[in-house]
Structure formats: C-alpha cells, structure tokens
C-alpha cells in the first residue's frame, strides 16, 4: 500500500487515497485500485497540521499490521520440558453458537436486571446460568462437574464465583421458572414468527434413587418402569419441535390433570388465537375434551381401540366404510356422538360426575407396518408371560411389565409389588392373547375439528397433524440422552426445580440451533461437533485447532462464525466471542 496523491488540473485541488498496486495477469499490466479514500487536502488541512504526512503514517501502519497479520507463527518448546501439576491447557470454542443464542433470548440482562433486584444475590447469576446452560448441552453432569470444568470455556476464566454460589443460586432461578418461559418465548416469537396454532403435549417423568418420598418426589406410575419415586415435567411445543413452556409436578398427581391448566396458561400469557392442543391417549379424558370444546379450543387425541366400547371396537374392525390406498393401507373416518364423564363442581368446593354427550369426528387407519410391529412387541411379552406363568415370585410389579396382562391366576401383592399365585395354576391367557390379535395394525385419533367440506382438516390432515407428536418425543429423548437431565444430583425441591429450568433452555437452545443450520443434523451431531472445536494452548497466547467436518462448516455459516482456521489469538478468539454477545 502507499499514499497517492491525486491533482486535478482545473481545481488544483489534491485528493489523498490509500492504493494498491497490482500486476493484472489478463490485461499483462501494472494496476492499481484504492483501498481508502482520505479526501481533498486543502478540507483535511482544518483537521491536521500536515494532512501528507500524517497520512503516510496511517498507511504505513496499516502495511506493518496487515505484515504481522500474514506472518507465520513461530511457537518454541524445550526439549522434555515438563506441564506444571494440575495444567489444562485445552479450551473449547464450539460454545459460540449457543452464547450467541443465549445472548439473543436477552437471558443474560435479564438476569443481570433480577440480580440487581435482588440485593441479598451476590453472586452474578447472569454467568452461572450460562456456564450451567453451556455444560448441560456439550458436557452433561452435576452442578459440581460444570464448576470444577469452567476452565475449559474463555467466558469464565475471571468470573469470581464459588461452587456454593452456584448451589445458592440455584433457590434464585426456581423463582424465575415462568418469568424466563414467558421471556424466551417473546423473543421466539419475535425472532424467528413461532406458530401457535398447534400446541403439542406430553408427559414425561424422572426417577431418583432415593428410599424416602418427599413432597415433590413421590412414587407414581414411572414410564422407566422402576418403583422409585419420581418427579413429572409436562411440556408444551410448538409444531417445529421448539419448546414453550413447561412445569414439573409431583410424581404421585396424574398427568391427565395438568393439560386444561396448560392450555388456559398458554392462552392468557402467550396466545390470543384458538389453540388445537395435540396429545397422546393419556389426554383424551372426558375433562379435557369437555373444557377445551366448551373454550372453544380444538384437540387432535389418539383414542385407545383395545379399552374402548364394544360398539366402537366393532365399528374399527368392520370392513364397511374403509377405503384402501394401495395394499397395506387403508382408512376411515365417521362423526359420531359420544358419551363422556365429566367433573364439576359445586358452590360449596365439592365435585360431582355428569355424563355429558358431545360430538366427536373419529379417524380409523389400517396399516400392515404397525400390525406386524404390534405382533412382534406382542410375542416378546407372551414370552416374558410364560416364564412368570413358570415362576411367579421371580417377577415384580416393575419386572413384569407389559407381560401380565396374559397371565391368568396370579396377582401383585400391593405392599411389596411381588408377584404371586392367586385362585389356581398361573396358565397363559389365551383368550387376552386372541382378543388383543383382533385390533392389531388399527389405529384411531379422534378430535373436534370438522372439516365441513372446506379441505383445511382433512382425514389426512387430522392425521398429519398427530403424526407431530412424534418431535415431542424426541425432545424427551434428547433431555433424558444428549443433555443427561438424570440423574439429578440434588435434594430441595426449588433447586431441582432449577435443574429442570436449566435442562428447558438448553432444550430451547439446542433446537434454534438445529432451526438455524436448517434441519439435517441430529441434537447429537451437532453437540459432538461443538465439543469438539476445541483448541490447545500452543504459547504466546495462541490456540492450535485441530477439528472440522461438514456440520463444523455449517454451524459456521449459520452464525458467521469462522470455525476454518488452524491458529487463532487469544485477542481474535475474545473478538469471536464478544461478537457473539452483540444483540
């Protein structure tokens, strides 16, 4: 680079610029092009005393920063030098995404706003939930291992706070539970136009190794099939899989009580429009149909064959009315009007039971995957069923699951949950086995929503729109597998309730993550591609890299983020991360 000057004849004026000179190998010529213009000299003569020289400087700075800028590192070791006890020198970069989502959601000012609010809260808050968020996604454990690890992320290597800090506030962000879902999904919403007119449901639930049941851990009906108690989280999800509220009840209390005070949440602090409320059979109670029909909410319910009326087990299984759509495929649908039982209450508190009729539109599908898949989990229990019918006081309540329905002559002793002898031989029942072959392959989803001919809701669309449920699922199996959410190293339940706070937002984080790189890659995959864009410290405050592949490149691209180069600074590292905190 050097400084031109640049006179024109019919001013006399002299522009000063910054150029560079180049040969042009097409046109086999000498060639220049300006960098910077700087302006005329007689204009730039008010600001400095000598406008040349001070430009000259200027770009002579510029030659030996960008010189420096284009060298090559050269680090030196000592031959067998050895690490000082207790060194880590590697650090992680790969975080970068998730800090600038972070940032996005605002949870860092809002947490500095509530800590100043509080002032018995001492230590910054804002940063322990961001180390807890950061470890719960790329390196799953206790609040102790996230602690002892922050080491290995650049944001909290001067963060002065101690492991009690983290345990105390904890008991902070179990009072900020609805305050961050209503703030996370605003910014949602804001950012990215969340849909809400589906809202999909479900229940899920979290042993603890523990003999002694408190107020929220207590023994219920534990989908992992153990006998401990258990604590419930029903989440509530968008159709594009990303979460917008939660809540965490005890384990003793029945799920199907906890979707109406969801839904009436959702409709007072997020959502003006109607909500269609999207949920597996455990939710197709008459309660929940009643009230959501009567607030003039929809619903889109599988609805059990085998514990249904005779009358509609017989409509599923009677060839009239289906249509089939090729050889293995074929469905039906009917609207009908059905009886169900509802709770209400009277002036004094107490509730009584009514039978309420109500229109339903019933969807019935046929399909020979599901029947032969039906078939298969069948036999595996009948197998499990004999072997207790052999040897009953080998088998509990927990170990028997799924098979003792085809048991006849045996019960579960209530106290211990053993399985034992009752009114005979245990014999296989054969008779369960033959009832249950009838319904096999069959499904039903029933709901509110009639389609009138318009073509908006659909036989298929009812269907396609439960078929959604499936993303909800997967969120519990990313919570219960990539982010570890158990087991749960704590005891109060506030803190616990914390836990479960940090496990949402990293869910949160976790999806917008997969919504920005655009679909393709598995929760899995892009965590290991995270945790592994790491670096080691190489001296003179450089950082050697030594990992990318495709989904490193797209994380990159998504976030304008270079993960490409080989060394980088300390300083151009800081910058990565400060850019990442602009919102």
Known sequence: ?????????????????????????????????????????????????DPIAHFKKVVEEHNDKETKERADYVVTFKRGELLAPETSNRKNLGYAPILRIFYELGLDSFLQNRRIRNSKLE?????????????????????????????????????????ADVYRTLSHF??????????????????????????????????FEIDKEDDLRKKGVCKSHTSNPIV????????????????????????????????????????????????????NTGNNIYYLDKGKQG???????????????????????????????????RICRREIQVDFKRSDGSTYKKKILVDQRQIVFYSTKYAVRAKAKREAAILKAQKIANNPSAYTRATSYGALKYVKNVEVDKQTGEVKPSGGTPLLNYDAIREEEKYDGYYCIVTNLFDEGKGKYTDEK????????WRIEDSFRVTKSDLETRPIHL?????????????????????????????????????DAM?????????????????????????????????????????EIKNILAQCKKV
């Open 299 to 333: 619903y889109v319910f599988s609805q059990s064959i085998r514990g249904g009326a005779k009358a509609f087990k017989e409509y599923v299984i009677a060839e009239k009315g289906y249509i089939w759509q090729g050889e293995d495929y074929k469905r039906k649908s």
């Open 462 to 469: 009812i269907i396609d729109i439960y078929r959604g449920l």
């Open 531 to 571: 945790n592994k864009i790491s670096c080691s410290h190489a001296g003179e405050n450089l950082f050697l890299f030594d990992f990318r592949n495709k989904t490193s490149d797209e994380l990159g691209k998504a976030f304008n983020l270079d993960f490409t180069r080989q060394v980088l600074s300390r300083a």
């Open 232 to 283: 419930q989280l029903g989440m509530a999800m968008d159709s594009e899989g990303i979460p917008i509220s939660y809540e965490v009840f005890a384990g003793n209390e029945s799920e199907k009580l906890h979707l109406r005070p969801t839904v009436l949440e959702l409709k007072e602090k997020y959502i003006d429009s109607k909500i269609i409320a999207v949920a597996d059979a455990a939710q």
């Open 491 to 527: 005891t109060r339940e506030e803190r616990i309730c914390a836990h479960f706070l940090v496990c949402f937002i990293s869910l949160v984080i976790v999806r917008l993550i997969q919504k920005r790189i655009g679909g393709g890659y598995s929760a899995a995959s892009l965590i």
């Open 1 to 49: 680079m050097h400084l031109k000057q640049t006179t024109y004849k019919k001013t006399g004026r002299t522009n000063l610029s910054m150029v560079q000179s180049y040969y042009d190998k097409e046109r086999r010529q000498s060639c220049s092009k300006t960098i910077k213009n700087f302006g005329f000299v007689d204009i730039l003569e008010k600001t400095y005393p």
């Open 123 to 163: 230590a910054p808050s804002n940063a322990i939930m961001k180390l807890l968020v950061i470890s719960r996604i790329l390196d799953p454990g206790s609040k102790k291992r996230a602690f002892e690890n922050k080491g290995r992320y650049f944001d909290f290597e001067k963060d002065a706070f101690s492991l």
């Open 174 to 207: 179990a009072t900020l539970e609805k305050d961050m879902q209503k703030l996370i999904h605003e910014r949602i919403s804001k950012q990215y136009g969340r849909q809400l007119e589906l809202i999909y449901y479900d229940v899920t639930n979290y042993y």
